[in-house]
């Protein structure tokens, strides 16, 4: 064989080995407000998705290949996220971890179902993302009925008298936790005096604070995210409104507490039991600490959601149908992740119950944080 055909067919060797180089990576995408006022929520979402795919590519990659990741900014609009998942499709991606808002998840988990792309949300918690009956849809938190019912029952036991304002941002999330925590209160006997919904990005809340007072509000119930939450409580400070103020799980983030102020103190929330308290995740606590970052609220839920559709991946043979891991996500666990073992029913919910009560106050640093009843 002459030495020129010897270097042609090297050639070749190199050209079709470094292609299937690059076509072994596996294409994964994380999905959520980057930008905008839920930037914090962001970026937990992305924080979380970038150490397990760090970890995950460090020890090995998954059957052999590794992962590939992208980021895709939903600024919290539903306009936006279908073009997040749009781009996606575009780019191969075959795996999503987000979206953040549960008013994104919904239109884009439609695109992701009909271009054969799984989605694992960290967050969205409303019950109508997996009561559709979509293949490619899961979640690694709880469901807003869930949520709805914890808030319900502490209310009716705790606040059985006290003349109550429901108060939601009339988004799917924000407003189906309200609704499922009005149903839960009704269902205990308990109406509420006001139920009302504001817009998002409001800033001015007087008129409503005005009217709470009038109806001697002494709870407040709001449905929706620490942006305008943080708004309500400090202006009802401000005006002397003394209600109690009650929220879910669009609160934990520490910028709710700097937002607010000291009318933070005193808050209950509902949220899942802090995963970062888990002994599991204990040094990947401490590894996201040394890199500068907070690892609060929804982050370890992003690294879990990596986690399970690494090991589904793994535990299908293949990486090329995510039908078929979906399916190994149903059937296959329980799941181990940074927030504990987790499995799945038909629909892509968690089987566990994952909520209970926090109240925001000061701790021993002097800073207002979350602490579990």
Known sequence: MNKSL?????????????????????????????????????????????????????????????????????????????????????????????????????????????????????????????????????????????????????????????????????????????????????ANGITEVMYEGINVGDKDFSALIAKMKENGITLIYWGGLHTEGGLIIRQAADQGLKAQFFSGDGVVSNEFASIAGDAVSGTLMTFAPDPRKNPNAKELVEKFRAAGFEPEAYTLYSYAAVQIIAQAITKAGSADDPQKVAEVIRSGGPWKTAIGDISYDSKGDITRPDYVLYTWKKGEDGKYNYFEN
Not at 113 to 120: C, K, P, S, Y
Not at 170 to 184: F, I, R, S, V
């Open 6 to 186: 010897l270097s042609a067919l090297a050639l070749t060797a190199v050209i079709a080995l470094g292609g299937s180089a690059w076509a072994a990576d596996i294409q994964i995408g994380v999905a959520g407000p980057i930008t905008g006022p839920n930037a914090a929520f962001g970026a937990q979402l992305q924080k979380g998705a970038e150490q397990a795919v760090a970890d995950i590519n460090a020890a090995g990659g998954v059957l052999g290949q590794k992962f590939k990741l992208s980021v895709g900014d939903d600024v919290s609009d539903p306009k936006q996220g279908i073009s997040v998942a749009n781009k996606f499709v575009a780019d191969g991606v075959k795996y999503v971890d987000g979206h953040f808002n549960s008013g994104v998840t919904i239109p884009a988990s439609e695109v992701y179902a009909e271009n054969g792309i799984l989605v694992m949300t960290p967050a969205a918690t409303n019950p109508k993302l997996t009561e559709r009956g979509l293949w490619n849809t899961f979640r690694t938190c709880g469901r807003d009925d869930q949520q709805g019912k914890v808030a319900g029952d502490y209310i009716a036991k705790h606040w059985k008298d006290a003349k109550i304002a429901i108060v939601h941002d009339k988004t799917p999330y924000g407003q189906g936790l309200a609704d499922e925590t009005k149903k839960n209160l009704n």
